[in-house]
C-alpha cells in the first residue's frame, strides 16, 4: 500500500509529465524555445538617442523603403524612449546616386519619397547632401530641395557627425557606388556620356 505522501509525490510526476507532453511535441517545431519582447530598462539615463543615417544606394527608390525604417525608430523612441525633452536627433547624410530624388526637377517622379522627406525634416531630421556626389551627377545646391544641407562631403559628414557622439546606421547602405548608376542616370543634369 501506497502512504499518502508516495502518492502526492505520484500525482505531482504525473501532472508534471502530463503538462510536458505538448512541450516535447512542440519541442521539434521550436526547439528554442519562445522569444520574449523587452524594453532597454535604461533607455532613459541615455536622455537622447543620436543617429547619422549613411545614405548611399545604387537605386534612388531605396530611399522610400530606408524611410520606412526611419519611421519605426521614431515610433519606438516615442513609445519606448528616451523620455528627454529632446529623445532623439538624427542626421541623414546622402551621397550617392539617390540624390536625384531630392532635386527639384525630379519632383514629380519620386513626390512620395520627397514629401516624406520634407514631413520629416519638419519634426527636426537634417538632411545633408554631399557637394561632390551633387557635383558629379551635375547639380548645384539651387537645384536641390529647401530642406537639404549641401556638404563638403559625404565621407567628411559622416565622420564628423560620429565625432560629436552620433552612432552611424548603415542600415540599407550599399557598398561605395559611383555617384551615377543605371538607375539614376536619366535624372542627373549630367549629359550622356
Known sequence: MMGRKAF???????????????AVAQSTNAPYGTAKFETYSDIDSLKT????????????KAVGGVFNNLNALLKA???????????????????????????K????????????AASFAKQGIRI???RNA???????????????????AGPYALAYWQAK????????ATAPTPPISALNKADTNVASR
Open 77 to 103: 523612441t516615442a513609445e519606448f524612449g528616451p523620455h528627454d525633452i529632446d529623445p532623439i536627433k538624427v542626421v541623414i547624410v546622402s551621397h550617392g546616386p539617390e540624390i536625384v530624388v531630392f532635386a
Open 128 to 130: 545633408e547632401i554631399c
Open 165 to 172: 557622439g552620433y552612432s552611424l546606421n548603415a542600415v540599407g
Open 134 to 152: 551633387a557635383t558629379a551627377q551635375g547639380f548645384k545646391a539651387e537645384d536641390l530641395h529647401g530642406f537639404t544641407t549641401v556638404v563638403p
Open 105 to 116: 526637377k525630379n519632383y514629380e517622379k519620386y513626390k512620395e519619397i520627397v514629401d516624406r
Open 8 to 22: 502526492g509525490v505520484t500525482l505531482l510526476a504525473i501532472a508534471t509529465a502530463a503538462m510536458a507532453l505538448p
Open 49 to 60: 538617442l543620436k543617429v547619422v543615417w549613411d545614405f548611399n544606394f545604387t537605386d534612388p
